[in-house]
């Protein structure tokens, strides 16, 4: 399926890293973040009134996207990862909707954002959802095969971005705990 | 080369259904972030790695099969995810180096 977005939009930027997951001592509170660092901090740290403590990491990476024909690179440092719908619980929308449009050709996944530092949701804007198709379906060879990427409209990031179950999760971007 | 006949000159298992593509390449790695990142599309993936991760990154990336090394095996669920998305697995009981010089002699460059 070679297409005008395989020459127009390339992975750029990529940083190799890792997920690191913490939690508050204090409150419970979860959260995670990316680190490009060497070696990842594991130090508790006061954050106002928060105590956070490391809990956790994945190997994972971060990339921009560039369009070629203009020249514009959009960085990418929200997202968390994508989750293909087979590796989300069967019972869960993104499965169903994913196991139908999987019988069309479609390969479905949820792009995942970090939360913001207040907890509060983040969701890829549309333009962003729009190129990460475009990239991803502009690399593909096979003759019918299409990948969609949705926005997380299914509330994932709460439960992926909560520590130690987001390896088994299944987002494609991490690394599984053990060899 | 199609996967059907590098299978059989390297003696690989299959561990799913075959759904014999045409072969362009040859990603080695462990890392699902690294297949994501590098590896093209109608390449074979060799690796060590039987992780569910491991065919949701092969599929966004349309990688033509996986060939899984040191006598690991898939589970069952990881199993029927590859062939619903229609990428062979192979086991061989050889290292990842072992089957990359085989991959060459075979003529895959």
Request: overall charge negative; hydrophobic content about 40%.
């Amino acid at each position: 399926m070679a297409s005008e977005a395989q020459s127009r939009y390339k992975m750029v930027n990529v940083r190799t890293g890792h997920v690191i997951m913490e939690h508050d001592v204090l409150s419970h509170a979860a959260r995670s973040y990316f680190c490009d660092e060497p070696i990842p901090p594991r130090e508790d740290y006061r954050e106002g009134p928060h105590r956070w403590r490391y809990a956790g990491m994945a190997q994972s990476f971060q990339f921009d996207i560039l369009d070629e024909r203009t020249g514009e690179t959009v960085q990418l440092r929200e997202m968390l990862g994508l989750v293909y719908y087979a590796n989300a619980k069967r019972d869960s929308t993104l499965h169903r909707l994913g196991t139908i449009a999987h019988d069309n050709g479609i390969s479905v996944y949820a792009a995942v954002a970090y939360e913001n530092p207040d907890g509060s949701v983040r969701v890829l804007d549309g333009e962003k959802v729009r190129l990460l198709n475009a990239l991803f379906n502009g690399r593909l060879h096979t003759p019918g095969k299409k990948v969609l990427i949705l926005p997380d409209l299914f509330d994932l990031y709460r439960t992926v971005s909560y520590g130690d179950i987001m390896i088994d999760f299944g987002l494609a971007s991490l690394e599984p705990e053990e060899v | 080369m199609k996967l059907s006949v590098l299978a059989e000159k390297l003696a690989l298992k299959p561990v799913t259904e075959m759904c014999d593509k045409e072969i362009t390449g040859v990603y080695i790695s462990d890392m699902v972030s690294d297949v994501i990142a590098n590896a093209k599309p109608g390449d074979l993936l060799v690796t060590v790695q039987i992780h569910n991760n491991v065919i949701a990154a092969a599929n966004l990336v349309d990688i033509a099969g996986i060939v899984v090394t040191q006598g690991k095996l898939p589970t069952e669920d990881v199993r029927k995810m590859a062939e619903k998305a229609q990428i062979p697995i192979f086991s061989t009981d050889l290292s990842r180096w072992q089957v990359t010089t085989m991959l060459y002699e075979a003529g895959v460059r």
